[in-house]
């Protein structure tokens, strides 16, 4: 086919070809946009009535639960709660002894190594750390060094302290000593 039109004519129909094209464009995006904002209002309304929804829900459960019995059942279970967590802080703060003592004499010793006594305290300017004095025999300062040594591998036992007066003797040691344990807590059980 053959354009036998001047070229100003073809110009004015190529243009008025793209404000067609132009005004179709714009009225598609208008459409969209128009629809675009119809969904986000129905999704907003939506929304909104699923809130209402729920809040009434919510002051449904809140009246339900009001009620004088559950208020002093809720009131009581406080009160056993804060007894309990006051129950358990005394027990986590308390140290034990046997654990601590046990801890001691699992220390092995030599043959000629004799404990006559064992005494533990609680050291009152550290809470967490109990003095123990120990008396004992030592058929020989071998033997006696060697027992002191094991206490001194110990990871819980510190400042171990034998006076210099046990280490005159070199048979038939009579000694004490003192040293610090770190006691065993109620986790640690």
Sequence with gaps: MINLLPPKEKEQLILQKNRNLTVVLLSMTILFLLFFSLILLFLKFYILQRVIHQNQILEDAKLEYQTADFISLKDSIKEYNTKLNKIRNFYVKQIYFSGSLKSFIGIPKPKGV??????????????????????GASASREDLI???????KQENIENV??????????????????????PVKIDDI
């Design 114 to 135: 004799n404990l006559n006594s064992i005494a533990l305290q609680k050291i009152k300017t550290d809470n967490n750390k109990l003095k123990a004095v120990i008396n």
């Design 146 to 152: 060697s027992f002191r040594d094991e206490i001194k």
């Design 161 to 182: 302290y034998f006076p210099a007066e046990t280490w005159v003797k070199s048979a038939d040691i009579n000694f004490h000593a003192t040293f610090e344990i770190k």
